[in-house]
């Protein structure tokens, strides 16, 4: 089992920036891939980024990339999620989550085991 706690959510105005982070506790060692989805009220939950544990590549959906950014410290056993120019339409619950298994891709937004409790990021106009 993989116990994940978000932090790092707030209110702020738009263009400013945040950093949210995701720390994992129990098996962390079979940890593959770790990723960020967000939900807004009313709307599906959207993948945004994900990042091998073990660092390398990794993926952002289009409609962030440029202003985020996903990093990994494995001594920390935490993941990272920098966003900048933040926009109202970034307003949502930031989810993270971790998967065991090695196959998927990173743009791959399915076989997710873990998830975090969520993080809310509220950005005004």
């Known amino acids: 089992q993989v116990q994940l706690v978000e932090s790092g959510g707030g209110l702020v105005q738009a263009g400013d920036s945040l950093r949210l982070s995701c720390t994992a506790s129990?098996?962390?060692?079979?940890?593959?891939?770790l990723g960020w989805f967000r939900q807004a009220p009313g709307t599906e939950r959207e993948f945004v980024s994900a990042v091998r544990w073990k660092g390398g590549a990794a993926y952002y959906a289009d409609s962030v990339r440029g202003r985020l950014t996903i990093s990994t410290d494995n001594a920390e056993n935490t993941v990272y999620l920098q966003l900048n120019s933040l926009r109202p339409e970034d307003t949502a619950v930031y989810y993270c989550a971790a998967d065991h298994y090695s196959g998927w891709g990173l743009a791959s937004s399915i076989g997710y085991d873990y998830w975090g409790q969520g993080t809310q990021v509220t950005v005004s106009s």
């Open positions: 129990g098996r962390t060692f079979s940890i593959a891939r």
